[in-house]
């Protein structure tokens, strides 16, 4: 039992010479070579590719359409005793029409033919000149007759039941029309769309198919692999690039580069598990699915099991360490700032609401603690209000280390706050006096007994000051129930609540980079920029720590969080795909030894996977009952709206898969 729910696929534009099938058939043949190193279990080559899309009246030649029929004989021979699937284009001859096919070959013979269903005969293209359109003849036609063998033909889906996959076909500009015929496949339970397709290049239209390939992927929650022809069809009005793509759910996984003058082949990993979880999820696909599903006649072929994924196979396909973070320095800066903007304003509203006067915020000098001040910054900003009504507060303890202490009191004092210290060391000691707790025994007695002190200062504080008690708790300790149980784990508005540990801090390097500093600063953000920056870098250089234990004889922090419950930036990637994907523990496993190889170990990826089950299972019971906060990504944990799961919900199947 140990496949993913993976495939792998390839998208391939072979070098060819038009109108010269037995030379393009035999680079093909060299294609699925190279295929099998890479062990793709489907390849995808362009349109007409067995003769060329750019023949133009030679396809009324008898000599090369028998000659493009010997080609995919020829292929066809080629791939027998392999389970794997190859679709090629070539063109049919019906009663008295020509069609634009793709045909599907699988263990020496071709299983299925799909036709193209709107031809197009417009500006540079004239389709409609040399082919009839499919829409019209699979309403009359179920099956043709190929090398003497009745062959189904139409709107087709191809069935592996073994692993409950379905592939569909869609043949080039069909990806073009308002409603697709890979849309309805894909309606009808086909989790993969292959298109074998001649998209000729001009100015902006690459870049306009990469959108519509990610967007039509996005449209029917499915993986789409698009396999365009290359620069040696004929250049005399037209030139093609060879742009091969996979894509799934929206997001581009890979695509090739164009414009090469050899045989080029693109492969990757498409996860049909989630694209059914994705379908399933509560989405309006199955809606749509009843709504719109039968448009097309649409019948089914059987396949023979596909070479799926398995724990054993090498990853190609790239899965971010952290994905939470885009990729794009771009598109980076406008998620942050999307963010911050997201929590500002609903903080915004959240204060006209109540009609309170202040905002109370306790500042420890940690991360978590230093985004939600910014964020409230930045929302009396924008309602105009006095930042001396954000009522800051340190609560020094036990564990509090002067450093941590200088930083809380820095951006405190250059934010305009109005500034309180209340040391917790005197009520908390006589706390442990009242319940009889020796203080010399620093068990979770001891550290949570300060959260809750620190919590009930500035619930009092908020009330006597008609003010929000502003939660700084964020999505990563949401999830793995890193707080104190009406301690910290409390709030009145919790603004962090949908930011991850790790986005915590690129939110406050966006800030110190595009508010606090450049062309775009803010001179009004705060009194001096320039030291909040240097404050704010010195917060994100200390140790993530809730400085509940004494520090150690250095005055350093001695309680570190991630030496405690495991790196965050593990359990950011495990929440995610938890959360967002539904992964199984094996799958998560196995994923994770990929992305981090060369950081953690297996064993020690385990260990904290192993821990992060423990404590999202065991830890629902604070979730149930978290205060109001914005979700501001695709992951939320809110017992309102993304995530409902009972408090007493059992971790062992997880436990022993990923034993």
Known sequence: MNKLGMIRVAAAAPKLMVANPKYNVEEMIRCLDTVKDIDAAVIVFPELAITGSTCGDLFFQDFLYQKNLEGLKTLAEATEGSDKVVIVGFYLRIENKYYDCAALIQNGAVRGVVPKMFPVSHREHSDGRWFGSGLAITRTTRSVKLFGKDVPFGSLIFCDEEHNLRLGIEVSDDLWAPITPGTQLALNGAQIILNPSANNDIVGRGDYRRQLVAQTSAA??????????????????????????????????????????????????????RIDRERASGSVFEACAEAFGDAFLIHTVDLAPLPVMTTEDSLHRYYAKNPFVADDPEQFKKNCENIFTIQAHALAKRLEHSRSKTAVVGISGGLDSTLALLVAAKTFQILGRDPKDIITVTMPGF???????????????????????????????????????????????YENAQARERTQILMDIANKNNGLVIGTGDLSEVALGWSTYNGDHM????????????????????????????????????EDNAVLKDALQAIMDTPISPELLPP?????????????????????????????????????????????????DEEYIKKWLTVFYRRFFTQQFKRSCVPDGPKVGSVGLSPRGDWKMPSDADVALWLAELE
């Open 399 to 445: 564990g509090t280390t002067d450093h941590t202490y200088q930083n809380a009191l820095t951006i405190m004092r250059t934010l305009g706050t109005t500034m309180k210290e209340v040391s917790i060391v005197p009520a908390v000691t006589r706390h442990f006096e009242d319940i009889e707790h020796d203080m010399s025994i620093h068990d979770v007695t």
């Open 220 to 273: 029917s929650i499915c993986g789409y692999v698009y396999a365009s022809a290359g620069v040696t069809e004929s250049t005399t009005d037209l030139v093609y690039s060879g742009d091969c793509m996979v894509a799934e759910n929206g997001a581009i996984l890979a695509r090739a580069s164009e414009f090469n003058r050899e045989s080029n082949i693109l492969f990757n990993e498409i996860d049909y598990e």
């Open 552 to 600: 150690d004889e250095n005055g350093q922090i001695a309680q570190k969080t991630e030496e405690k419950v495991g790196p965050y930036i593990l359990h950011d990637f495990f929440v995610y795909h938890t959360v967002r994907y539904g992964i199984a523990p094996k799958k998560m496993l196995y994923l994770a030894k990929n992305v981090f190889e060369g950081e953690y």
């Open 491 to 526: 709030s009145m508005y919790g603004v962090n609540c949908g930011v991850p540990k790790t986005l915590v801090i690129h939110v406050i390097r966006w800030l110190m980079e595009t508010i606090l500093s450049g062309e775009t600063e803010d001179k009004t953000f705060s």
